[in-house]
């Protein structure tokens, strides 16, 4: 039988691992070189650390050029759509667009370029269904609405805010903006309204969404992102017109950036 003092050495070693482990899992400087940190703060190597929304590393990234995707006429002919009197046509950019993806290299850039080319299709198919192809910045009669979940303490509301729809996904809810403020840098639970008065970070804020929500169910079809945007109101049979708009819009521009849409269109 060990000694007290041998037990207490050993107790040390144990939480000395245990602390490694947490700071392990959190990434920072941690990782070796030959590891990535994923998603959830945790080292290791192969698909699920290097992967979809790696956050350091030798992260995968295929190389296309996104620039070379969405190009002037794409983005263009997107804005071009919305009513001159639309607030959105002078808030948002493929500048400003190009300039948010530097926060986020993974961006469409996992698996082949058709596969990149179709996340892309897919993800300004929800930005245009959402904001009436770039007319609004904020959701109409959002102001009314409650997006204050008190479950999650973690983001206390304030009172005096709202966590309605904005930018071209329309982030909602007090846990969104208070992760999404936490990750790319403002402050989202008290001043929610960054995201529609800053262009630069209403689409990081949008792209944020989408890499930590929707991004991984790509490879189930453009069903899954529906899903993952607006399942609860929209699928199965709840809300089929606007399930109908996003596929409309996806297929769309699947056809004009040269890329099959896929199966599983609706959820």
């Given at each position: 039988?060990?000694?007290?003092?041998?037990?207490?050495?050993?107790?040390?070693?144990?939480?000395a691992?245990?602390?490694?482990?947490?700071?392990?899992?959190?990434?920072?400087?941690?990782c070796?070189?030959?590891?990535?940190?994923?998603?959830f703060?945790?080292?290791?190597?192969?698909?699920?650390?290097?992967?979809?929304n790696?956050r350091?590393?030798?992260?995968?990234?295929?190389?296309?050029?996104?620039?070379?995707?969405?190009t002037p006429?794409?983005?263009?002919?997107?804005?071009?759509?919305?009513?001159?009197?639309?607030?959105?046509?002078?808030?948002?950019?493929?500048?400003?667009?190009l300039?948010?993806l530097?926060?986020?290299?993974?961006?469409?850039?996992?698996?082949?370029?058709?596969?990149?080319?179709?996340?892309i299709?897919?993800?300004f198919?929800?930005?245009?269904?959402?904001?009436?192809?770039?007319?609004?910045?904020?959701?109409?009669?959002?102001?009314?609405?409650?997006?204050?979940?008190?479950?999650?303490?973690?983001?206390?509301?304030?009172?005096?805010?709202?966590?309605y729809?904005?930018?071209?996904?329309?982030?909602?809810?007090?846990y969104?903006?208070?992760?999404?403020?936490?990750?790319?840098?403002?402050?989202?639970l008290g001043?929610?309204?960054?995201?529609?008065?800053?262009?630069?970070?209403?689409?990081?804020?949008?792209?944020?969404?989408?890499?930590?929500?929707v991004a991984s169910?790509?490879?189930?079809?453009?069903?899954?992102?529906?899903?993952?945007?607006?399942?609860?109101?929209?699928?199965?049979?709840?809300?089929?017109?606007?399930?109908?708009?996003?596929?409309n819009?996806?297929?769309?521009?699947?056809s004009?950036?040269?890329v099959?849409?896929?199966?599983?269109?609706?959820?």
């Amino acid at each position: 039988m060990a000694n007290s003092t041998t037990k207490t050495s050993f107790i040390a070693i144990i939480l000395a691992g245990v602390v490694a482990g947490m700071a392990m899992a959190q990434c920072g400087n941690t990782c070796s070189p030959d590891q990535c940190c994923s998603r959830f703060g945790f080292c290791g190597t192969g698909s699920d650390y290097c992967g979809v929304n790696c956050r350091g590393g030798p992260c995968v990234n295929n190389g296309v050029s996104i620039a070379d995707i969405v190009t002037p006429e794409f983005f263009n002919g997107i804005l071009s759509q919305a009513a001159s009197t639309c607030v959105g046509r002078n808030f948002y950019s493929r500048g400003v667009f190009l300039d948010a993806l530097g926060s986020f290299t993974q961006f469409a850039r996992t698996g082949s370029v058709e596969d990149s080319r179709r996340e892309i299709a897919a993800f300004f198919a929800h930005a245009s269904h959402e904001t009436g192809r770039f007319c609004h910045i904020e959701e109409e009669g959002g102001a009314s609405q409650d997006y204050c979940d008190e479950r999650r303490t973690e983001y206390p509301c304030n009172p005096s805010k709202g966590y309605y729809g904005r930018g071209p996904l329309q982030l909602t809810w007090n846990y969104n903006y208070g992760q999404a403020g936490s990750d790319i840098g403002f402050d989202g639970l008290g001043t929610p309204e960054t995201v529609a008065n800053d262009p630069l970070i209403s689409f990081k804020a949008a792209i944020w969404y989408w890499m930590n929500n929707v991004a991984s169910v790509m490879n189930q079809g453009f069903g899954a992102t529906i899903r993952a945007i607006n399942g609860d109101l929209e699928c199965d049979g709840k809300d089929t017109a606007k399930v109908e708009s996003r596929v409309n819009l996806f297929t769309q521009y699947c056809s004009q950036l040269g890329v099959a849409s896929g199966d599983n269109l609706r959820c």
